[in-house]
């Protein structure tokens, strides 16, 4: 039973972006189809056609929905989800040989939440498909895209009813409408009377479509209204009016989709995000743009030393137009911190992170002084969005051209950060990123493992033993046995025992210091692979 669809689509790597990892997750993420709508396959029913379509699974897990997964693929599917659990996640194998993607959803969210969220996800993209070639940030082309899929007038006002922009129609306007393109806000009258009908308390408590009915008497057509929302924070209001013809059959859908897109529009021009200066710095920050153009634009000597902090948000937030508030909010607070310590200070933002580039920072009391204000930045940030924020700070370096390794080791401290943590120098963790780096390197290249220590895995596994384990304990605790004892509970004649089983099932050679470490990282890997 098919629920949706769009023209275009989006792929199946955007839609679950979309609607967050706590939620769904790919079990074949080597395929990324283009998914254009979502059907139900009931185990009830007969197994129809599903054309590039999400099929959910529903009333079905484990080894039975198989034979649904093999169903939807045998009908064109794109994908299809079934519930999670450790049953069905053997059925990646059977898509993979069925050749569709294989979406896992939480146990917990029931079917028809996430069929709503998909269907939003996929409104959305219907949404921006009418932009064409037009700017995406531009709310006149929003506006008047929204126009076609309602069938009506749209005007787009910030949250103190000043019009923002409004599509191009041959149709009849109404004077509420003409008055409010002509003057740029809407006129105090109807304003007066909207509020005494308590249309913008509905606007501003809540996210529904709020329906206007006609008043001849005042020359007011038919409406229906949104709020622009962020989180708790309102910022707008999208207003259609009804022309000749009767509203489009899903334009309330249409309606709540734009206003979310209007949210992140608006956002990202509060921030700045498209100024020439945020995007030198990323320029700067990334190795694109000359360190000397930056300098002479922005008023820097290139020749100063500087450090690089990065700001990483540890907490998925699922609402798109919250997440984009906290993006908005954190940069606004992270450049009024570090510009109060440094005036010259710089931020941009790379992906999902925020950097700062400070400017005369250059040696071990600086950095000291440097990681107390970061760290406080990082909790100040917390307290205001609700998420667990961290700071990584990469070595000073004696340049701008040079910001980009400092920038690289303020990553990897993030990367190598425990939950413990709010704020770590390089030198802090120089360990844990060797370590860190190592294990990168043997995953990529399996080849450079020592088939003895995948023997001793792989004993543990067939036998339910714990060598491995014991033997990194000893390890780690270079070769005292009392201490890995005390470490895992157990007797250290237990310890002694496991090592020599370790040694004769594996055949590593415990004797050689160079044999012995390469066994230490390796199991590093295999049994602490977080």
């Known amino acids: 039973m098919s629920l949706v669809g769009s023209n275009k689509g989006v792929t199946l790597r955007q839609l679950l972006v979309a609607i967050g990892e706590p939620l769904v997750e790919s079990w074949t993420p080597a395929l990324d189809p283009v998914v254009r709508g979502v059907a139900i396959l009931d185990p009830d029913d007969e197994p129809g056609s599903y054309p590039g379509e999400l099929v959910l699974v529903i009333g079905a897990r484990g080894r039975e929905a198989a034979r649904y997964v093999r169903a ?14 450790p049953p069905a996640e053997r059925l990646a194998d059977v898509a993979a040989e069925a050749g569709v993607a294989l979406v896992g959803v939480a146990a917990d969210i029931r079917w028809d939440q996430f069929g709503t969220l998909v269907r939003e996800v996929l409104d959305a993209a219907a949404l921006a498909e009418g932009l064409g070639d037009a700017e995406p940030g531009d709310l006149f082309s929003l506006a008047q895209t929204l126009a076609v899929l309602t069938a009506g007038s749209v005007s787009i006002e910030d949250a103190g009813n000043r019009v923002l922009a409004y599509s ?16 740029w806000e809407g006129p105090e009258t109807y304003l007066a009377l909207l509020r005494e009908w308590g249309v913008f308390q509905r606007l501003r408590s809540g996210e529904d479509v709020v329906r206007i009915d006609e008043h001849p008497e005042l020359g007011i057509r038919r409406r229906l209204a949104v709020g622009i929302r962020a989180g708790s ?7 259609v009016q009804e022309g000749r013809e009767p509203f489009a059959e899903r334009a309330e859908s249409a309606l709540l989709g734009a206003a979310r897109l209007a949210a992140v529009q608006l956002l990202r021009g509060r921030s700045g995000g498209d100024r020439s200066p945020q995007r030198l710095v990323t320029g700067l920050l990334d190795g694109t743009a000359s360190a000397d ?9 290139p020749a100063t030393p500087a450090v690089v902090v990065a700001y990483a948000v540890r907490e998925v937030i699922a609402d798109r137009p919250a997440h984009e508030l906290h993006r908005v909010e954190a940069i606004d607070m992270v450049s009024m911190h570090l510009a109060s310590y440094r005036r010259g200070a710089l931020v941009g933002a790379s992906g999902s992170r925020i950097y700062g580039v400070l400017p005369g920072v250059a040696g071990d009391a600086d950095t000291r002084q440097l990681g107390a204000l970061v760290a406080d930045i990082a909790l100040i940030l917390r307290r205001r969005t609700g998420v667990r924020v961290q700071a990584g700070i990469g ?3 004696t340049g701008l051209a040079e910001v980009v390794t400092s920038r690289a080791e303020a990553d990897r401290v993030l990367d190598a950060m425990g939950s413990d943590r709010v704020a770590a120098t390089i030198a802090d963790l120089r360990a844990e990123v060797l ?24 004993h543990d596994a067939e036998h339910g033993t714990d060598i491995g384990p014991t033997l990194l304990a000893y390890l780690d605790a270079l070769g005292d046995v ?8 157990v007797h250290p004649n237990t310890v002694r025992h496991r090592v020599r089983r370790a040694a004769a099932v594996s055949g590593v050679d415990l004797a050689d210091p160079r044999s012995r470490l390469a066994c230490h990282l390796q199991l590093l890997l295999t049994q602490r692979p977080g």
Request: hydrophobic share 50%; aromatic share 2%; charged share 20%.
């Open 72 to 85: 939807a693929a045998r009908g064109g599917a794109a994908a299809v989800a079934v519930k999670a659990g």
């Open 168 to 183: 191009r129609s041959d149709d009849e306007v109404d004077e509420l409408r003409r008055l409010s393109i002509l003057g």
């Open 233 to 239: 924070q309102h910022l707008g209001t999208i207003w």
């Open 293 to 301: 153009l930056v300098a002479g634009r922005l008023g820097l000597d």
């Open 395 to 397: 070595s000073p370096v």
């Open 435 to 458: 370590l860190g780096a190592v294990a990168a390197l043997l995953r990529e290249q399996p080849g450079l493992r020592d088939p003895a220590v995948t023997a001793l895995t792989r």
């Open 482 to 489: 009392r201490a890995a004892a005390n470490a895992l509970h």
